[in-house]
């Protein structure tokens, strides 16, 4: 099974290899028929340190490397 790959925005970079990413997405509402924005932050992964706040970044599912840390930097 394919790994899932997201793009977001660094929001927070104050932990060591650590970066939370906020992914932003649109869908229309069922009932309403409008365009709907949801947001979610997740705790990526980030070996050298290299992505500071403002960053847009991709990131992709890993194996569990904490308790909040499931997801991974793509360097591209």
């Known amino acids: ?4 790959i997201l793009s977001g925005t660094v929001t927070s970079d ?5 970066v939370t990413v906020s ?4 869908f229309k509402h069922p ?3 409008k365009t709907v924005r ?9 070996a050298n340190n290299t992505f500071k706040v403002g ?13 909040s ?3 991974e930097v ?3």
């Open 55 to 67: 960053d847009a970044v991709r990131i992709q599912e890993c194996a569990p490397m904490s308790k």
């Open 38 to 46: 949801k947001s979610k932050k997740y705790r990526a992964h980030d």
């Open 1 to 4: 099974m394919p790994k899932r």
């Open 23 to 26: 992914v932003e997405r649109r």
């Open 74 to 76: 793509i360097v591209n």
């Open 14 to 18: 104050t932990n060591d290899q650590t």
């Open 31 to 33: 009932v309403l028929h």
């Open 69 to 71: 840390k499931r997801w």
